[in-house]
């Protein structure tokens, strides 16, 4: 699903002409299968985001090689990474990122529209998710009008409005209470074990962790060597 191959970045800091380099990841060969839930941890500050950024396509790596779902995606331009990104990656964020001046339904269609979806068709199935996740009676009121438990659901919603094989969370439990943290938990693992979707996540709870099949640690911008043992948590920290 993943491949990465010998993949270092660093960021160039500072005024031009006296740029400095910031190394953040360095070596970094790592596989993905479909299917696997996988946590990428590690302190602060590891590179957790630059790598989740770089899978994603948001940032381009200085070096290396990276293959999603067997395509070369780094010769990838901007173009192709969108239309790649909208039909096979979903995204789940601590921050929800709904779109503040439109409702939770049209949050939820966006993805369907963006990617030419008859009208139809579109509502058929937003209305599907929306009700899915108990979120039908919000479906005209705006994220500024939901509770964050509701706009977590509108955004899972429209995470997987095209179905995609690949979701990619970035502390997705970070701002919901323990009630709704358990139920996105139990939907991820439903939706693994039903379709088969790969999760990349980004954590520092425990308990997103625990779901995962496996845990990557990151120090420093290396992926430490995977031990049998996987490290709690707390060890990372
Ligand atoms: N755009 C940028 N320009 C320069 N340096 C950056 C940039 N983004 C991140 N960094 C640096 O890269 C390093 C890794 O950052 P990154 O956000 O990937 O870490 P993280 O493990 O996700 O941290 P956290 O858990 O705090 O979110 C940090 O030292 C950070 O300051």
Redesign the pocket.
Known sequence: MIEVNGLHHQ???GKRGAERR?P??HDIDLAIEQGEIVAIV????????????ILSGYLRPTSGELRVLGQDVTKFDEGAWSRFRLERYGFMFQSFQLIPTMTAFENVELPLTLKGVAPERRRKRAYELMDRFGIADCAGHYPGELSGGQQQRVSVARALALDPPLVMAD?PTGSLDSENEANLLALIRELNRERGTTFVM?T?DEQVARIAHRRLL?QD?RLQPHRKEAPMIHEVF
Do not use: A
């Open positions: 960021f160039l800091i910031v953040v990841l590690g302190r602060s500050g590891s590179g957790k985001s630059t790598l989740l950024h502390e980004i520092h990151l911008g």
